[in-house]
């Protein structure tokens, strides 16, 4: 049985995705979908699940905050390295 913290912490973020859904690629909607079929029951889930939740919230921020949508998500972006970067 999963713990109720992080089963909380789990519901919590499902219900911050409904802002969001219609900015998922297809394959975070797959994953969205699963995990939440997964809380439907009381003892189901696991602490990867928030994880997973989480990557996909940020990986949204990251695309909103460089102007890109879920179908440029494939886009490759060049950063910047410094000089420290380029010693390694």
């Known amino acids: 049985m999963v713990q109720l913290a992080n089963?909380?912490?789990?519901?919590?973020?499902?219900?911050?995705?409904?802002?969001?859904?219609?900015?998922?690629?297809?394959?975070?909607?797959?994953?969205?979908?699963?995990?939440?079929?997964?809380?439907?029951?009381?003892?189901?889930?696991?602490?990867?699940d928030k994880i997973c939740l989480e990557v996909i919230l940020r990986n949204v921020n990251i695309r909103q905050g460089y102007g890109m949508d879920k179908d440029e998500a494939t886009r490759v972006i060049n950063l910047e390295t410094s000089s420290k970067d380029s010693e390694s």
């Open 7 to 48: 089963r909380a912490q789990v519901l919590k973020l499902l219900t911050e995705f409904d802002e969001v859904k219609d900015k998922l690629t297809s394959n975070e909607l797959e994953m969205y979908s699963q995990i939440k079929e997964k809380y439907t029951t009381s003892d189901e889930g696991s602490f990867d």
